[in-house]
């Protein structure tokens, strides 16, 4: 699967929040069905463990720089919440 492909499906049909503290809190929430984290992620609670809760983590390879180029997006993303795919098949990522 092309991972920059999904992401950007996924942000023009589904729900997706970007930024750590939204992370969190659709985490937190019980939302998000896929967190999708950056190696340069500074929150250890997400770059260390398989899951938040009962919400899979998806550890991406690349820095936050890469993760926004993958979305598309002028700026670095560290973490961000799938809420909903969309029309996306990013919710079969191994994590």
């Not at 659709?26 to 984290?37: N, T, Y």
């Not at 919400?55 to 993303?77: F, N």
């Amino acid at each position: 699967m092309d991972l920059a492909h999904a992401l950007k499906v996924a942000l023009e049909t589904g729900k997706v929040r970007i930024g750590l503290e939204e992370t969190r809190k659709a985490a937190a929430s019980k939302k998000a069905r896929l967190l999708i984290v950056a190696r340069t992620c500074p929150d250890p609670a997400l770059t260390k463990e398989r899951q938040v809760g009962k919400v899979p983590v998806y550890h991406y390879e690349g820095t936050a720089v890469d993760l926004g180029q993958a979305c598309g997006r002028p700026y670095p993303i560290s973490a961000l919440a799938i809420l909903d795919p969309g029309s996306s098949a990013i919710l079969t990522l191994e994590t």
